[in-house]
């Protein structure tokens, strides 16, 4: 879901907000909200006498405002610049030239794994999440090294130790982020597991994290889930949802009963996302669950509509 959204969430006129409720109205860590502060004098909040930081609505309006722009694919270098603008010269100004910010990112984390440098590379992954959100940081900087380091793993020598090093770097940075978050929230509580036949995770794990960091929790099943056993965990750990992931050609009998089995067994919405989900969005509507697309944000802007958090 873009942030942007998040910031709507209603909050009393004239009320101080503290850090860590301005990061729950916003989808924004409280780091991130500290370096927008501290390195590019974004926001400033005031503070209490021993030094807390506290927010205003209109502090809250200007993060919306910054994650719009951010949205847009705007650095968050020239953010500032920007918000000082006309509307219209807003609009004049192309977000185009700031591809070379991501591509530095990217740059530095390729070559990273070339190297099998692991420092640099949790250094650079780092630096970007301190100053975007999680779901612009997935989708401009690790989906792209995903697609690359995947496509060109047959022209290099090491290429597909090169990918195995990324993809397990991946796993534990995303599973100890996730768990980190999920310790810290009580929200709704959602299963997510990969289809049957399924056995690559990352996709599924990167919707974990923008997931945990929307405020849900998240029970995480992994590759290959046979869907006849997810209502047996239901009984035990009882969910709002189910979400399935699959970026590879569906089990033979997946929508024709197994989805279909599913969704009457479990009494709770059951979505699929991911590649397979794309391509066959009539059949898993025809099963009765309901279709995510590839697109992360989007799915959980659409999820989000029918389970609403908080609630």
Sequence with gaps: ???????????????MLPIRTVAHLTGINPVTLRAWERRYNLITPQR??????????????LIRQVLELLDQGISISQVKPLLEQT?????????????DVWKGYQGKML??????????????????????????????????????????????????????????????????????????????LLILACLPGEYHEIGLLLFALATVNFGYRVLILGS?????????VLQQRPCAGIVLSGSSRPSRGLFESELPELVKNSAIPVFVGGKTAARHQQKIE??????????ISAGLRSMSQRLKPGK
């Excluded at 879901?1 to 009320?15: D, L, T």
């Design 1 to 15: 879901m873009p942030q942007s959204q998040q910031a709507k969430k209603s909050i009393e006129p004239g009320s």
């Design 87 to 99: 509307p219209g010269q807003q609009k004049a100004t192309s977000p185009a030239r700031v591809g």
């Design 224 to 232: 290959n889930t046979p869907l006849d056993q997810l209502p047996k």
């Design 286 to 295: 025809a099963g009765g669950a309901i279709c995510l697309g590839e697109s």
């Design 111 to 188: 070559h990273a794994v070339e190297t099998f440098d692991e420092h640099v590379l949790d250094s650079t992954y780092n630096d970007a999440l301190s100053l975007y959100p999680v779901d612009v940081v997935n989708q401009r900087l690790v989906t792209p090294l995903l697609r690359i380091i995947g496509e060109r793993w047959k022209q290099r020598e090491t290429g597909i130790i090169e990918e195995h090093f990324f993809s397990v770097y991946l796993r534990n940075k995303l599973g100890a982020r996730i768990h980190h978050l999920n310790q810290r929230s009580n929200g709704p």
């Design 48 to 61: 209490t006498p021993k030094g807390h930081r506290l927010y205003t609505e209109d502090d809250v309006e």
